[in-house]
C-alpha cells in the first residue's frame, strides 16, 4: 500500500505594522467572466485571472472528485473535534474549490505537496479563489493513498501523522474544504482549514481599473477594523490607509496585490489576509 503524508500551518495574525494612510475613490465593477479551457500539463494559468478561470473551467469538466469520500472525511473530521470539546468546522465551497484545484493539479501532473509546481500554495489559492475572506491562519493535510481506500482509510491515514492530527482538532481553525481526487491507482486527497475571522460584505472584483471601495465585516465585536494594507507577492507593502478605499495606482508597480485588512485589540494590531487582485 502507498501513503504519502504532508502537512501544513500557517499562522500570521500578530503583526508590528507601520503607520497608515489614507486613500480615495469609487467602486469598480466585476470584470466580465471569461471563458477558460482546461489544459494542466503546464499547471493553471499565470496571472491572478488566468488563474482563476483555468481553475473555473477544470473544475467543471471532470469527474475525478470522490464527492461522497470528502463528505465523509468531513463527518469524521467534525466527529473527532466534538470529541475533543472544540467547536465543529463550517464547510466552505470555496475552500473545497481550493482544495478540488490542488488535488487535480497533483492527479494531473503526478506529483505531492502543499505547492504546486509553479510554487503558489495554499493560502495562495484560498485568497485567489474566495473574493470575500478575512483570515487569520490556515493549514492543510495532504494525503495519497491507493485509489480504492475508503473515508476510514483517508481520515486514518491523515491523523497517523501528529501534525495532521493537530490540524484536525485545532481549536482555532473555523472552517475547512475538502479535495479528493482519483488518478490511475491513486486517491490525491487535499484537507484545507482556515481561521475565518470576517468577510468583505461584497466580492472584491479580481481587477480593478478605478479606486475600489471595499466593507470589511468582522465576527468578533472585540476586533474593531483599523485600516487596509495592501503587498506584493514577496510582503513588500504598496499602499495602504484607514479608509477602506483602494486606489488602482497602488498596483501600478505590480501584477497582482494581496489585501490585508487591519484589525485592532486594545493596544495590539492583527493582520487578515484577504483576496487578491490585479491592474485591469
Not at 463527518?75 to 482544495?99: F, H, I, M, W
Not at 493535510?141 to 492530527?165: F, M, Q, W
Not at 482556515?194 to 478605478?210: F, K, R
Amino acid at each position: 500500500m502507498m501513503t504519502t503524508m504532508l502537512h501544513f500551518y500557517d499562522k500570521k495574525r500578530a503583526a508590528s505594522l507601520l503607520a497608515l494612510a489614507a486613500a480615495g475613490g469609487a467602486l469598480a465593477a466585476l470584470p466580465a467572466a471569461a471563458g477558460g479551457a482546461c489544459d494542466l500539463s503546464d499547471g493553471y494559468g499565470e496571472t491572478l485571472v488566468s488563474y482563476v478561470d483555468e481553475v473555473d473551467a477544470c473544475l467543471s469538466q471532470t469527474d475525478a472528485f470522490a464527492s461522497d469520500t470528502e463528505d465523509a472525511v468531513y463527518a469524521l473530521t467534525n466527529a473527532a473535534r466534538e470529541q475533543a470539546g472544540v467547536a465543529p468546522l463550517q464547510r466552505r465551497d470555496t475552500l473545497d474549490k481550493a482544495a478540488r484545484a490542488h488535488a487535480l493539479d497533483m492527479a494531473e501532473r503526478n506529483y505531492a505537496g502543499h505547492t504546486d509546481l509553479e510554487g503558489r500554495g495554499h493560502t495562495y489559492r484560498m485568497r485567489a479563489i474566495d473574493r470575500q475572506v478575512l483570515a487569520s491562519s490556515t493549514g492543510a493535510n495532504v494525503v495519497i493513498l491507493d485509489a480504492d481506500a475508503n473515508a476510514e482509510a483517508v481520515y486514518d491515514t491523515i491523523r497517523s501523522d501528529a501534525a495532521n492530527r493537530e490540524n484536525l482538532t485545532r481549536s482555532g481553525f473555523t472552517d475547512t474544504g475538502l479535495g479528493i481526487a482519483r488518478s490511475g491507482d491513486r486517491l490525491y486527497v487535499v484537507q484545507m482549514l482556515a481561521t475565518v475571522d470576517g468577510e468583505l460584505e461584497t466580492p472584491l472584483p479580481l481587477q480593478i481599473s478605478d479606486a475600489t471601495s471595499f466593507s470589511p465585516r468582522i465576527n468578533q465585536e472585540m476586533f474593531r477594523p483599523a485600516g487596509w494594507n495592501l503587498t506584493d507577492a514577496s510582503g513588500n507593502r504598496l499602499a495602504g490607509g484607514k479608509m477602506m478605499r483602494m486606489p488602482a495606482s497602488s498596483l501600478e508597480s505590480t501584477d497582482s496585490g494581496y489585501l490585508d485588512v487591519l484589525v485592532e485589540l486594545d493596544t495590539d494590531t492583527y493582520v487578515l489576509r484577504g483576496p487578491i487582485v490585479s491592474p485591469r
